[in-house]
């Protein structure tokens, strides 16, 4: 009896255990790129603290002038965004249907046109077509943005393997339970990574919202370069940039937490 249980207690030992989940997300990538954004504002906070402003600066920082350039940039960023995905998506879905491939080379050629445009350019044309104000500002930003989530789209779509939807349709699955259930979760790392870049994209070009009167940043910056005012200046690009780095930060967090646990490497 004493050598059964010593079998069974080795055969046990030497059981494989079943593999623990490592954490997606780790707590450097949760905490280094925070913590140094943190630093470089209150690096910023603290030189404007006792900075010598002339009364041209003041004016231009006063009354709430920096929040509510931030407050909307960060409207523009998120507006466009929303439309980008609403607009690119869909129409990326659409043209990998076999009814609407025809259509592809002709959507990409507009989207290349969009983002070849220069994006000054793109605006001063919407401004006299639309006149000034936001909604100029908002078309530009979109036209510039769409190329990258639609070509990821088709090209995450067009990448799935053909016997895995194959091996969907032959169990009884419809076009859109195929669709649904199969390619946009394989597609969405590809996704996933346009919508990154076109967040970022957003940022950026947000800042030319000012020569449209859309408001933003760029509002700072150019106060800063026309009055020549460096502390503006300096104070406009510091935010810019901190905002594109913190909107790609919460980009690639959403990006790996959406990403489909079956295409991790290891799993």
């Known amino acids: 009896m004493v050598p059964e249980a010593e079998d069974e207690e080795r055969h046990e030992r030497q059981a494989p255990r079943p593999a623990s989940r490592r954490p997606r997300i780790g707590w450097r990538k949760l905490t280094f790129l925070p913590a140094l954004l943190v630093a470089v504002l209150l690096a910023t906070w603290l030189w404007f603290a006792q900075a010598d402003l002339d009364p041209v600066s003041e004016n231009a920082l006063s009354n709430g002038q920096v929040s509510k350039a931030l407050w909307q940039h960060v409207q523009l960023t998120v507006i466009s965004t929303f439309f980008v995905l609403v607009i690119a998506i869909p129409l990326g879905i659409l043209l990998t249907r076999r009814a609407f491939r025809k259509a592809t080379p002709v959507a990409m050629a507009l989207a290349n046109m969009g983002q ?152």
């Open 116 to 267: 070849a445009t220069p994006a000054i350019g793109l605006l001063a044309l919407l401004v006299i077509w639309l006149g000034i104000g936001r909604r100029a500002a908002l078309i530009g930003i979109i036209a510039y943005a769409v190329l990258p989530v639609l070509s990821n789209t088709i090209a995450g779509l067009k990448a799935n393997d053909p016997t895995l939807l194959e091996a969907a349709r032959g169990i009884g699955m419809s076009p859109l339970g195929v669709l649904a259930r199969v390619e946009l979760p394989l597609a969405v790392p590809l996704i996933l990574a346009g919508v990154r870049t076109a967040l970022v994209l957003n940022v950026g070009t947000a800042t030319l919202a000012t020569f449209g009167g859309g408001g933003g940043l760029g509002v700072l910056i150019t106060a800063g370069i026309t009055n020549q005012r460096m502390p503006v200046l300096v104070l406009g690009s510091i935010l810019t940039v901190a905002l594109a780095l913190l909107v790609d930060w919460l980009a690639s967090l959403a990006e790996l937490l959406l990403r489909p646990r079956g295409l991790e490497v290891g799993t």
